[in-house]
């Protein structure tokens, strides 16, 4: 490279310089000690690679065709001291790497409560995570603080040297939850929850984005995390229940729609077990949630008495984005007891009627007005049974 070319990219490298390296000068324990893992793997693959580099210049430059070494030799072809060194070298570096690797991976894993807020800090007996639930909306990040009431979007904040526990799910694709200067990455995936264990150590304001792309929105799948100190969480707290209002079922199907470069919103109050109602696919109004179909698919289904639960999905009212599959889109109703299911399968007949308007609860609301349906006639003893487990 020409003396002119190198200063031409002197002002690239200064203007680089200026970067903030996050990742390797994170402001939380956790994101320390995955940036030392980085640090050290590093370090130690680079005891090979150098050398080996540099061991390939030597070499070219020392058997070069104008030079005529005195210890040439074109018929060498063996020597056990070098293989040795060849051998031995690469597989002590992977021994290390497997086994720093063994050990930090448990250490670091996500779902592993924390045992220190820092190095040299254990977490006292007294101190209680702060619990925070995490949906990935299309394309926005929800909030919901159930200790205090309150729920955010694209904002979150907490107080320095307190462990974070984050529950995660998703309401369409899957996502990727990332703060860089907190800890590292874990998904969000729609019907399922994952964990994330967290502290954060500095005061400040961090990014936190989406690192999985999820469609056309996801550039703008940011938020801005808050670290502060105790008495400045109490503050950002009461200013959300001061300047939010109602997060109720309707209001976050609303939220729910896909939309881009949403603003910071806050909420005073949410609908109760709303992460329950995300993450098991059930915050629209007479859906049965996932873990109510599971429980009954444990007991051995309803068989033709689950035919009667289908309706038709309404596409004038206000849902959060689902698919749906075959010819005709239908949704699972809810059911709240036994006494509701048997009473219902009585009261059904063979002629073509709209069904009983009697609401049966999914997910802890009456579901709306049905269409018409033709249910089989169906045996309410064997359906209580078959609900009972007996």
């Not at 006292?124 to 955010?152: C, M, N, Q, R, S």
Request: hydrophobic residues 45%; aromatic residues 8%; glycine residues 8%.
């Amino acid at each position: 490279m020409s003396l002119i070319r190198l200063l031409a990219l002197m002002p690239l490298a200064l203007l680089m310089g200026g970067c903030d390296l996050v990742v390797l000068n994170p402001s939380g324990d956790i994101a320390l000690q995955q940036r030392d893992l980085v640090v050290i793997s590093t370090i130690l693959m680079l005891l090979i690679i150098v050398p080996v580099m540099a061991l390939t210049v030597f070499f070219a430059w020392k058997y070069r065709e104008a030079n005529n070494p005195p210890d040439y030799d074109p018929d060498w072809n063996h020597s056990t001291y070098l293989e040795l060194v060849i051998w031995a070298a690469p597989l002590l570096i992977i021994i290390c790497l497997g086994a720093i690797t063994w050990m930090w991976t448990h250490l670091l894993d996500p779902y592993r409560p924390l045992d220190r807020v820092a190095q040299g800090q254990p977490v006292a007996a007294e101190v209680k995570p702060l619990e925070v639930e995490v949906a990935a909306l299309d394309w926005k990040w929800l909030f919901i603080y159930p200790e205090h009431g309150i729920a955010t979007v694209n904002e979150m904040a907490a107080p320095v040297d307190r462990p974070i526990r984050f529950r995660l799910t998703a309401t369409s694709v899957m996502n990727a939850f990332y703060v860089p200067a907190l800890a590292g990455m874990i998904y969000a995936m729609p019907g399922m929850e994952t964990t994330l264990h967290g502290v954060i150590n500095k005061q400040g304001t961090f990014d936190g984005f989406s690192a999985n792309y999820s469609g056309d929105g996801f550039s703008g799948m940011r938020f801005a995390f808050h670290g502060v100190d105790q008495e400045g969480f109490d503050q950002w707290v009461e200013k959300v229940k001061t300047e939010g209002g109602a997060l109720d079922r309707t209001t976050y199907l609303e939220l729910a729609k896909p939309s881009e470069n949403e603003p910071v919103r806050h909420y005073a109050s949410f609908e109760p077990q709303l992460f329950r109602l995300i993450r098991d696919r059930c915050a629209e109004p007479g859906r049965m949630c996932m873990d109510e179909m599971m429980a009954i698919d444990a007991r051995g289904g309803l068989g033709l008495a689950g035919l009667s639960l289908l309706q038709p999905a309404d596409s004038k009212k206000p849902a959060a984005r689902s698919a749906f599959f075959g010819p005709k889109s239908t949704t699972v109703t809810g059911i709240c007891t036994t006494e509701e299911a048997v009473a219902a399968a009585e009261q059904s007949q063979p002629a073509a009627r709209p069904r009983d308007q009697t609401p049966l609860l999914g997910a802890g609301l009456p579901r709306p007005p049905l269409v018409s349906l033709t249910p089989p006639k169906l045996d309410a003893s064997l359906l209580s049974r078959a609900l009972s487990g007996t």
